[in-house]
């Protein structure tokens, strides 16, 4: 039996060191009506710890999800209405590389999960 990989306590996006913190699952749903959250002030991400337990593509999903929002953030991508369709996409496929480059404990992650299910 493959041993279970954790999903890492942070992901390292340019020079911010984003927290990746589980809740329960009765605040996420209940309290906040969502799965999952990035605070770009504290460079932090709620996730449902009961998804994240569950693990496979849906877990991934989520993490992505609010990871995307994290390189939004970061790249300004909402500062101004001058953005087009393919800056945003160039630079989101860019950091999204620069994640999984510097963040191997996260690719082991991610690779187990989507292949659970």
């Given at each position: 039996?493959?041993?279970?990989?954790?999903?890492?306590?942070?992901i390292?996006?340019?020079?911010?060191?984003?927290?990746?913190?589980?809740?329960?699952?009765?605040?996420?749903?209940?309290?906040?009506?969502?799965?999952?959250?990035?605070?770009?002030?504290?460079?932090?991400?709620?996730?449902?710890?009961?998804?994240?337990?569950?693990?496979?593509?849906?877990?991934?999903?989520?993490?992505?999800?609010?990871?995307?929002?994290?390189?939004?953030?970061?790249?300004?991508l909402?500062?101004?209405?001058?953005?087009?369709?393919?800056?945003?996409?160039?630079?989101?496929?860019?950091?999204?590389?620069?994640?999984?480059?510097?963040?191997?404990?996260?690719?082991?992650?991610?690779?187990?999960?989507?292949?659970?299910?």
């Amino acid at each position: 039996m493959t041993k279970k990989v954790e999903l890492p306590e942070f992901i390292r996006l340019s020079h911010y060191r984003i927290t990746l913190e589980q809740i329960p699952s009765e605040i996420s749903e209940e309290c906040a009506e969502q799965q999952g959250s990035f605070h770009s002030r504290s460079m932090r991400i709620y996730l449902d710890r009961g998804i994240i337990e569950e693990g496979g593509s849906i877990a991934v999903d989520l993490v992505k999800h609010e990871l995307l929002h994290a390189i939004f953030y970061v790249r300004q991508l909402g500062s101004d209405g001058n953005k087009n369709e393919e800056d945003i996409v160039n630079g989101m496929a860019t950091h999204y590389n620069e994640i999984e480059k510097n963040n191997p404990d996260y690719v082991r992650w991610k690779l187990q999960n989507l292949n659970a299910n």
